[in-house]
């Protein structure tokens, strides 16, 4: 499978844990995007990297938030103290240059903060 | 066979023209989301559906679920509608399956 792959696909923390996601995007993308999707609602963009350099970040990404994507490659997207409130779909994508060739979406990591 | 599909892949329109993108999907679902993608940009999402039809603005999005198609339309397109379009389902208790998108140009 030569697409965006996440891991893990689901992830149940306790309240106030740190979680970490990963996200392996295709290999020649040199853009990368992370999107959070609270249920019933859209997906909104948190932030998006080319090749290692984090380019743009949501106002949504608090100081809990970090991510990084140190050699261009894979992404790992940290949140610290979660909060139920962080339960959500988190999705990546990656792109080649721009929008205008297209995106591929991987499947989301699904966390759920009890 | 893909479990999402679109059609068409590539929309060249004139500014004014009523346009329309569909999609179908193979598998159950609980709810279906037209999302936009503008070059450069993050994805904003358009409408979310899980029967009937709901319109915001110009543009209208309709699915079918016995059919398992769903149709967005733009009246009145306009060059700041070109975009990708993407058509996402969510799947029940799991993750959401995207269409490959519509890439729609609007010429002025």
């Known amino acids: 499978d030569t697409g965006v792959s996440q891991d893990p696909r689901h992830k149940i923390t306790k309240r106030g844990q740190n979680v970490t996601f990963r996200c392996d995007p295709i290999?020649?993308?040199?853009?990368l995007y992370w999107y959070r999707q609270t249920l019933g609602q859209g997906p909104e963009f948190l932030t998006y990297?080319?090749?290692?350099?984090?380019?743009?970040k949501s106002r949504l990404l608090s100081d809990r938030f970090s991510a990084e994507r140190p050699k261009g490659s894979f992404s790992t997207l940290e949140i610290q103290r979660t909060e139920q409130g962080d339960s959500a779909m988190y999705l990546c994508a990656s792109s080649l240059r721009s929008a205008n060739y297209g995106y591929t979406f991987g499947s989301g990591t699904r966390l759920t903060v009890v | 066979k893909n479990e999402v599909e679109q059609s068409p892949q590539n929309l060249t329109a004139q500014e004014g023209e009523f346009i329309t993108i569909n999609c179908s999907y193979s598998v159950g679902i609980s709810a279906l989301h037209w999302l936009q993608q503008h070059p450069g940009g993050g994805i904003v999402s358009l409408f979310m559906l899980s029967s009937g039809k709901k319109k915001h603005g110009r543009l209208i999005a309709t699915i079918n679920i016995q059919e398992k198609h769903s149709s967005l339309h733009i009246t009145a397109s306009h060059p700041r509608d070109s975009a990708v379009y993407i058509c996402?389902?969510?799947?029940?208790?799991?993750?959401?399956?995207f269409g490959p998108g519509t890439r729609l140009s609007v010429l002025p």
């Open positions: 290999s020649e993308h040199n853009r």
């Open positions: 990297f080319q090749n290692e350099a984090q380019l743009e």
């Open positions: 996402a389902v969510e799947l029940y208790g799991q993750n959401f399956v």
